[in-house]
């Protein structure tokens, strides 16, 4: 049993949160994470506000009580309309990120949910705390998805924002089993946050084609583009090379946004080309070699990372 500020802010046997990712998890990935005893939370920044919606009320109806809640990337053209859907749909747990935390909190927290928002940096947590958050997630570079621009990496990045925050600190970022729960617990987070791993599960959304791919990549088959917009570690295919051969030959943002075109991470990551598609995935895709089910995954985390903090040996 590992108890920490973060089991009790979200009233949950194990500290680990299945991250909201695009196309990947929706309501039937967050309601297997949380009917385990963790956290579950459904990816907004892929779907049309009233799609939000249907899916809130699909896991309102499969687990009422349930830890499952909603990451909303602030950026994302319909945050203003998905905050009042998630309000009026009463979700009580929500994870913010890419964008000020400042934006929604208070209005979020007025509301009795629980707040998150994942930042990438030290003194971007302490603004997190400023803005009155519950926690804050600190993702290294080594993750899925979009990234923070100094590619700090979590294991530095852990330390010095427990240090630097008294709320407490959900490390993301290259976690993928129990070694490496229990690592980030012993550098002093409350909490781990993953997404790559629950990818490739049964009830991740994954097209198929993108969870076979999953099986074979090494660690280095991916990379992080796209600085000059929003960073994003994508796996290195067709429509990757073609992003950074103009990045390398210096492309304006307009060119890079006309090469990327419309729905690249629809195309890859639910539709299932491995070409031509942007394919988001952390560098933790190296060690992935099945698709389990979620359940059974926070249950061999949890139960890995509680026998190396009891002094046991990870087999
Ligand atoms: C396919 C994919 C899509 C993601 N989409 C989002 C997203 O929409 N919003 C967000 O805040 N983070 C997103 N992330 C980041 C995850 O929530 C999580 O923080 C990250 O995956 C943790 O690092 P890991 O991939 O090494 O486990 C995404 C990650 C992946 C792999």
Request: charged share 25%.
């Amino acid at each position: 049993m590992i108890r920490t500020r973060i089991t009790d802010l979200f009233g949950v046997k194990y500290p680990i949160i299945q991250g909201g990712m695009i196309w990947v998890s929706g309501w039937r990935l967050a309601a297997a994470v949380a009917k385990a005893g963790a956290v579950g939370l459904i990816g907004a920044g892929s779907m049309m506000p009233e799609l939000l919606r249907e899916h809130i009320r699909k896991i309102k109806k499969e687990d009422p009580q349930g830890a499952w809640g909603v990451n909303l990337p602030i950026f994302f053209q319909y945050a203003e309309e998905m905050v009042s859907i998630i309000l009026e749909e009463g979700v009580k747990i929500v994870f913010t990120s890419g964008g000020s935390p400042k934006k929604y909190t208070h209005r979020l927290k007025e509301q009795g949910i629980k707040v998150a928002h994942v930042t990438a940096t030290p003194d971007l947590a302490v603004k997190c705390e400023e803005a009155g958050v519950d926690a804050v997630v600190v993702e290294g570079f080594e993750a899925g998805g979009h990234n923070g621009r100094d590619e700090l990496t979590t294991m530095v990045l852990v330390p010095q924002a427990v240090d630097a925050v008294k709320i407490p600190v959900i490390a993301a970022g290259g976690i993928y089993d129990g070694r490496g729960m229990a690592a980030a617990l012993a550098m002093g987070a409350e909490g781990v946050q993953i997404g790559t791993r629950f990818a490739a599960t049964i009830e991740s959304s994954a097209h198929d084609h993108f969870k076979k791919a999953m099986l074979h990549a090494s660690p280095t088959d991916t990379f992080l583009i796209l600085r000059k917009l929003i960073p994003a570690r994508v796996i290195k295919n067709t429509w990757f090379e073609r992003v950074f051969e103009a990045e390398k030959q210096g492309a304006t943002e307009e060119e890079l946004l006309r090469i990327i075109g419309e729905k690249r991470t629809k195309i890859g990551m639910f539709d299932g080309d491995l070409e031509e598609g942007e394919l988001q995935i952390g560098q933790a895709v190296g060690a992935i070699r099945d698709l389990p089910s979620a359940g059974a995954l926070v249950l061999d985390i949890a139960r890995d990372c509680e026998n190396i903090l009891r002094g046991g040996v990870f087999r």
